[in-house]
């Protein structure tokens, strides 16, 4: 590749990464746990958005399940949205020969 063009190439990709910062707010992913009965949504600056706990599953006399459930979606939506952000980069950076 000639020089120069990876120069523009480069250039390219560093205006093409402010704008990357800015929408990965607007990637989401949601994780939950439980069969569902806690979500954990994330957008991908790695900002919690909304946490979701059924009634149900509530007991006072083992918060410790709950705080395994809440640890485990949350854990699943940042597998989720590391995926998609590796995607989104992956797509952003395929000319340029550089890998995610």
Do not use: C, H, Y
């Amino acid at each position: 590749m000639d020089p120069m063009d990876l120069f523009k190439n480069l250039q390219n990709l560093q205006s093409q990464m402010s704008g990357m910062q800015d929408k990965m707010k607007d990637v989401s992913a949601v994780g939950s746990s439980g069969g569902d009965m806690v979500t954990v949504e994330i957008n991908g600056a790695m900002e919690v958005t909304r946490v979701s706990i059924a009634p149900e599953i509530v007991d006072p006399e083992d918060v410790t399940m709950l705080e395994d459930l809440v640890l485990a979606a949350f854990t699943d939506a940042g597998t989720k949205i590391k995926v998609k952000l590796a995607s989104e980069m992956s797509s952003m950076t395929g000319g340029l020969g550089f890998s995610g």
